[in-house]
T-cell receptor, first 116, second 112 residues
Framework: NAGVTQTPKFQVLKTGQSMTLQCAQD?????MYWYRQDPGMGLRLIYY?????TTDKGEVPNGYNVSRLNKREFSLRLESAAPSQTSVYFC??????WGWGTDTQYFGPGTRLTVL | DQQVKQNSPSLSVQEGRISILNCDYT??????FLWYKKYPAEGPTFLIS?????DKNEDGRFTVFLNKSAKHLSLHIVPSQPGDSAVYFC???????????FGDGTTLTVKP
């Protein structure tokens, strides 16, 4: 039982390049999330997926796209990377269904992204 | 408008003493509160939670207190250990509030 896995662990991009961050969970959770954490700041929600087939914008969605490929996988894409997207990206999952249940989230180890 | 606030960015305590981390919230729809712990270069991990029907929940050295009238919760760590040094995030969610909202975190340093 690996929990939440993320690939890659580290990535360096040049401005304008694109890349996809991968996330998978093996806990059969319904909801998945992408956050970014900048130095000295908390977790800011980029996008989330309440269930397979649905995605919604979070607090800071500009410059990102997501795909909920199936119940296990939720990817984050940067189409044209910018230095402002240098951050640590965390994927998380929870079993909550909207309208009931508590949202205890399980996080992956993070992807450290640098955009030059 | 930040709905979950951790007003102390950092806290330093001596080993063996009590650590008290505080969190305030504004949304009255929140009815479930969580604390997460984060070590450097790792993802946050769930530590302890409390439902709004309770005012206290204990798990070993960790106790969370909830004061609904003041919209305030606190995490007590007794006794504090050097291994508790980490960033602690407060989060709030609810049946009608949906997904969690996180605070900015408090960095706890426990000195030997």
């Amino acid at each position: 039982n690996a929990g939440v896995t993320q690939t890659p662990k580290f990535q360096v991009l040049k401005t304008g390049q694109s890349m996809t961050l991968q996330c998978a969970q093996d806990m059969n959770h319904n909801s998945m999330y992408w956050y970014r954490q900048d130095p000295g700041m908390g977790l800011r929600l980029i996008y989330y997926s309440a269930s397979e087939g649905t995605t919604d914008k979070g607090e800071v969605p500009n410059g990102y796209n997501v795909s909920r490929l199936n119940k296990r996988e939720f990817s984050l894409r940067l189409e044209s990377a910018a230095p402002s997207q240098t951050s640590v990206y965390f994927c998380a999952s929870s079993e909550v269904r909207w309208g009931w249940g508590t949202d205890t989230q399980y996080f992956g180890p993070g992807t450290r992204l640098t955009v030059l | 408008d930040q709905q979950v606030k951790q007003n102390s960015p950092s806290l330093s305590v001596q080993e063996g003493r009590i650590s008290i981390l505080n969190c305030d919230y504004t949304n009255s729809m929140f009815d479930y509160f969580l604390w997460y712990k984060k070590y450097p270069a790792e993802g946050p991990t769930f530590l302890i939670s409390i439902s709004s029907i309770k005012d206290k929940n204990e798990d070993g050295r960790f106790t969370v207190f909830l004061n609904k009238s003041a919209k305030h919760l606190s995490l007590h760590i007794v006794p504090s250990q050097p291994g508790d040094s980490a960033v602690y995030f407060c989060a709030a969610s609810g049946t009608n509030a949906g997904k969690s909202t996180f605070g900015d975190g408090t960095t706890l340093t426990v000195k030997p």
